[in-house]
């Protein structure tokens, strides 16, 4: 039987890069569903290279809707993967497979990589992270919580599905209270946890068989959602070897912790000195201003890396080797850590 993906959620540019890796091997042959919501069929342009759109809605926390439309494809066009590209979409996709009876992309265990709560407890029983947090249905929740923690503090959805908010006073503690903070109100399903003050940082780790391998380190650029590549897969800046062995460590330590055997991790984390603090967790490709930073820096396409374990084929090796022949055509490079 030819291969039937079922991606939940935004596919980003994995169903484009699928088709190109299909293209090379003339014999295979792919069929691919894309399962999201109505409202959102506009605004994702991987759709444009799926085979058949399953559309679902409106926005609930149930999967109940999403595994019946699973199903009904399932008994037309037997679907023999399903996968899901963000963290957000994770869990949805995890009940779709458990009802079809078929693998998942990526393989994890922890299914709830997008509930903030429920990550930050996992860490925190592991002994890998001891970040304050604590639900913010109210003001005076959020005035308690700052009267025992102190400033900067983040206010965030418990659900990935928004960013969190940096509340550095009072007065944004005030504002966001009165709601004209967007998307920091405090309320139901709202979380409150310590801002780190350290040097913020991203890893990349992509995961094979459990085997982790920290690709990337970035750190944010001087404007808005631009990255710069502090390592990439073949080359360090000597300089700063020990502080990129600690944030590859930690950012690398979290996969077994959260069970994951093949997937891309991108991990937030804050260097204050050499205390390493993680702000973030998320599943999937790290989006397209990484992505391009990415590729620029070190010729690793992090989608590509997804296309390729989504469709059963090593990506490591080949990440690695991309970024070997990629370096053999740059000269003078040099790690912006010390920028």
Not at 22 to 35: E, G, I, K, N
Not at 69 to 96: E, K, N, W
Not at 188 to 216: C, K, N, R, Y
Request: proline share 7%.
């Amino acid at each position: 039987m030819n291969p039937h993906i079922l991606i939940v959620g935004d596919p980003g540019p994995v169903p484009q890069l699928l088709r190109q890796l299909v293209r090379a091997q003339p014999a295979s042959a792919l069929t691919m569903t894309s399962l999201c919501l109505t409202a959102d069929i506009p605004i994702l342009p991987g759709l444009r290279f799926v085979d058949r759109i399953l559309a679902t809605g409106p926005r609930d926390e149930s999967c109940d809707d999403w595994t019946a439309a699973a199903v009904s494809a399932h008994l037309v066009a037997p679907i023999t993967q399903a996968a899901a590209m963000d963290s957000q979409s994770y869990a949805r996709a995890a009940c779709v497979a458990e009802v079809l009876g078929v693998e998942l992309y990526p393989r994890l265990r922890f299914t709830a990589i997008d509930d903030h709560w429920a990550l930050r407890q996992r860490l925190r029983a592991a002994g890998v992270d001891h970040t304050e947090v604590a639900p913010a249905p109210d003001r005076a929740s959020v005035e308690s919580y700052v009267a025992e923690h102190g400033l900067p503090c983040l206010l965030r959805p418990r659900y990935a599905r928004h960013p969190a908010v940096l509340l550095r006073s009072l007065d944004d503690v005030d504002r966001a209270a009165r709601g004209e903070i967007h998307g920091a109100a405090p309320g139901d399903g709202m979380l409150i946890e310590s801002a780190g003050t350290g040097q913020p940082f991203q890893v990349v780790v992509l995961v094979e068989g459990g085997h982790s391998e920290a690709l990337v380190v970035l750190r944010p650029g001087s404007e808005p959602e631009r990255w710069k590549v502090v390592a990439g897969p073949v080359r360090d800046d000597e300089r700063e070897a020990e502080t990129l062995r600690l944030l590859r460590s930690r950012a690398s330590n979290l996969a077994p912790v959260l069970g994951l055997r093949d997937g891309l991790l991108v991990v937030d984390l804050g260097l204050d000195a050499n205390r390493v603090s993680i702000a973030g967790v998320r599943l999937g490709s790290p989006g397209e201003p990484v992505r391009r930073a990415v590729l620029h820096a070190t010729g690793v396409d992090l989608a590509l890396c997804c296309a390729r374990q989504c469709y059963g084929q090593p990506a490591i090796a080949e990440a690695i080797e991309s970024a070997r022949a990629f370096a053999q055509t740059r000269s003078g490079w040099h790690s912006p850590m010390t920028a």
